[in-house]
């Protein structure tokens, strides 16, 4: 189903002619927790564009290509139970980044190689270097008290939680991730998100 206020008709003229060029165009979605990065994503793919959630990706490797070497190295794929185990252990951390991230930016890469216009939505995105494979990036912006309100208003997250991924994604800080981007949505409340969607396609489509 379309978001509210959207349709395929929105941007018919950029989409088609993105994806009838000869070149593939590809897109990095990126963004904060709570930021909208789905929500975003979800329009950009109402409108035709092929979205892959690398979270989702991730999720997949784990529990199949990266199941017997994780096991071995931390005793469990729950996913509960791993992030108990790197919460507060850096090094941890670092281990299990180093077993999925590689695998999960090849599937990416797979990804953007069977579509003409691709969109990976990847929430750290800056931060694994991952800008080096699109041809665009895309950020989207919030301001930190939306961020929170709408982080812990989600339900199952504590602010210890939500302080612990806000240090790992402000390795990189949100002025640094607006220069590092292509393009910015800002997605504080009252904000014509769509009409800041429409702009960047457009722009794609000129270059």
Do not use: W
């Not at 008709?9 to 990065?37: F, R």
């Not at 999925?100 to 694994?128: C, D, G, M, Y």
């Amino acid at each position: 189903m379309l978001p509210k206020n959207v349709s395929r008709e929105t941007l018919p003229t950029t989409i088609k002619q993105i994806t009838t060029d000869k070149t593939m165009t590809s897109i990095g979605l990126t963004g904060n927790i709570a930021s909208g990065k789905s929500h975003i994503a979800h329009i950009f793919a109402s409108l035709g564009v092929a979205v892959q959630d690398s979270d989702k990706v991730a999720h997949h490797i784990l529990e199949n290509e990266a199941r017997a070497e994780i096991e071995k190295e931390f005793g469990t794929i729950d996913r509960k139970k791993l992030g108990a185990i790197v919460f507060s252990d850096e090094s941890k951390l670092k281990k299990l980044e180093s077993i999925l991230h590689p695998k999960v930016r090849q599937k990416n890469l797979e990804f953007i190689k069977k579509h003409p216009l691709s969109l990976i939505e990847i929430p750290l995105l800056f931060e694994t270097k991952a800008e080096e494979i699109f041809d665009f990036v895309i950020y989207v912006d919030v301001n930190e008290e939306t961020q929170k309100t709408r982080a812990l208003a989600r339900g199952g997250l504590t602010l210890e939680k939500l302080e612990h991924i806000l240090s790992q994604q402000h390795k990189i800080s949100p002025q640094q991730k607006r220069q590092m981007a292509n393009f910015v949505i800002d997605n504080n409340e009252g904000s014509d998100t769509l009409g800041q969607i429409k702009q960047i396609m457009e722009k794609l489509c000129a270059k």
